[in-house]
C-alpha cells in the first residue's frame, strides 16, 4: 500500500465517521420513548418540559442536528442526559482507557492462547495435539462469554478463592475477565491459523524446499508462517476494535467500569449524547484498524503488496 492510497483511506475516516455518526443520531431519536420518561409523575409534565429545553430536545430536529454538527467539530459531544452534570467527553475519558487497558490485554492472551494451539494443530495435524487443540477450541467457540464468566467466577473466585470475583482496583481484578475473553477469542484465532498454516503447508512452494532438505524449524518460521498469520490479521483488526470498545457482557458480569456498561444504559434510557459519542468512537478505532489490518496484509503477501 502506497502513501497516496494512506492518505486517502485517512482522509476518508473523517467522512465515514460523520455518516456513522449523522446515522446514530437520527436512529436513537427514532426510536420509542423519550430520556425523560422515567421523570414523569401526576404533575411532572412542567418538569419534563424543563428538561427538554434544558437539554435543547424542544427544538425542531433539524436545529438539533446542526447543534450536534457543531459541538462535533469542536470535539464537544455534549452533555449526558442520564448521568446529570458529567459530558459526554468526561464519562468516555474515564471509561474508555478501563476498556482499552482489558482490551489490549484480551487481544495478547488471545494471541498467546490461539498462535501456539492452531500451529500444533496444523504441525501434528490428525495426531493428539491437532485433536486436543480441535476440542479446547470447538469448546472455545461454542460456549458463549455469558455462561464462560460465571464458570470461572464459581471455580476460581467462589471454589477456589485464588482471585476476586469482579472489581477493577487490583491487577488480580484484571485476570479472570482476560482469561474468559482470550479463551473465547483465541479459540477463533486457533481454528483460523490452524487452517491457514495447514493450507500453507500443502503449498507447493513449501513441497520444493522440502525435497532441497530444507530444515523443518526453517519452513515453519521463515516460509510458512507470515503467508499462514493473513487469516489471523483479517480477524484481528475487528476483534481488536471490539475489545478495546469493551465486551459489554464480561464488563458488566466482573463490574469493570469501562464502556460496557455506558453503552447498555444509554441506550434503554434514550441517552442520546452518550450513545452517538460511543458509536463515534467504536467507529473510529474500527475504521483505524481495519486501515492497519489491510497494511500488514499487503505487508504478510507480496502478490497485494505488488498488485
Not at 448521568?83 to 484480551?106: E, F
Not at 494451539?117 to 479446547?136: E, F, S, T, Y
Not at 479463551?183 to 513441497?207: K, N, Q
Request: proline residues 7%.
Amino acid at each position: 500500500m502506497d502513501a497516496r492510497s494512506i492518505l486517502r483511506r485517512l482522509l476518508a475516516i473523517p467522512l465515514l465517521a460523520w455518516a456513522v455518526a449523522s446515522l446514530a443520531f437520527f436512529l436513537m431519536r427514532a426510536a420509542p420513548g423519550g430520556p425523560f420518561d422515567r421523570e414523569r409523575a401526576p404533575a411532572s409534565k412542567e418538569v419534563e418540559a424543563a428538561l427538554k429545553a434544558r437539554y435543547h430536545l424542544d427544538e425542531p430536529l433539524w436545529r438539533q442536528y446542526v447543534r450536534f454538527l457543531a459541538g462535533l467539530a469542536h470535539a464537544d459531544l455534549g452533555p449526558s442526559l442520564k448521568y446529570r452534570h458529567h459530558g459526554v467527553n468526561d464519562i468516555l475519558a474515564q471509561a474508555l482507557p478501563v476498556s482499552m487497558t482489558l482490551g489490549g490485554l484480551a487481544f495478547a492472551a488471545a494471541l498467546a492462547i490461539g498462535l501456539p494451539v492452531g500451529m500444533a494443530g496444523a504441525v501434528w495435524r490428525g495426531r493428539w495435539p491437532d485433536w486436543l487443540g480441535a476440542l479446547l477450541t470447538m469448546v472455545g467457540v461454542c460456549i458463549p462469554t455469558f455462561v464462560l464468566a460465571p464458570l470461572a467466577v464459581l471455580l476460581f473466585a467462589l471454589k477456589l478463592e485464588w482471585l476476586p470475583v469482579a472489581g477493577w482496583s487490583s491487577p488480580t481484578h484484571a485476570i479472570l475477565p482476560v482469561l474468559v475473553l482470550g479463551l473465547y477469542f483465541g479459540a477463533r484465532v486457533a481454528r483460523l491459523f490452524r487452517e491457514g498454516l495447514s493450507e500453507v503447508l500443502r503449498s507447493p512452494f513449501i513441497m520444493a524446499a522440502r525435497a532441497k532438505g530444507v530444515a523443518p524449524s526453517a519452513i515453519l518460521l521463515r516460509h510458512a508462517l507470515r503467508p499462514a498469520l493473513l487469516p489471523v490479521v483479517s480477524y484481528a483488526g475487528p476483534m481488536l476494535a471490539d475489545l478495546l470498545t469493551g465486551s459489554f457482557v464480561v464488563e458488566r458480569i466482573f463490574q469493570v467500569p469501562g464502556t460496557g456498561a455506558f453503552f447498555i444504559n444509554s441506550f434503554f434510557s434514550r441517552d442520546y449524547p452518550l450513545m452517538v459519542g460511543l458509536v463515534i468512537v467504536y467507529s473510529l478505532l474500527l475504521l483505524v484498524l481495519n486501515l492497519a489490518t489491510d497494511m500488514a496484509y499487503r505487508w504478510l503477501d507480496p502478490r497485494i503488496r505488488h498488485a
